[in-house]
């Protein structure tokens, strides 16, 4: 039994973990790199932005709900996949109404 312990903790096994937690630390990070969406530019304070963005949140909070639960059992993945479809759908319908990505 003393044995196995001693193996469970040889170089090459720490090693090994340690580089597999490196590279999955890594993967993480590029797919949140990847990730990155630029705001929507505009006069943030006039009213017209603000009615449009209020108008735009509406309908992407809509749209982006009819997304998710369309997707069969991977409606499972609302809390997750919720946000970044309202998201999506915001910009759409924000760079509809003529407002450009900054």
Partial sequence: ???TVAL???PARVFARILSAGLLWLAGASVAACAY???VAGDHTTPKYT???EACRET???AAHHT???RGYLFLSYPISYPI???AELRKCM???GYALS
Avoid: N, Q, Y
């Fill in 37 to 39: 969406d630029p705001p």
């Fill in 8 to 10: 469970s903790r040889s």
């Fill in 60 to 62: 992407a909070a809509k």
């Fill in 51 to 53: 009615a449009d963005l």
């Fill in 68 to 70: 998710v639960i369309g």
């Fill in 1 to 3: 039994m003393a044995h």
């Fill in 95 to 97: 760079t509809g109404r």
């Fill in 85 to 87: 479809e309202k998201r």
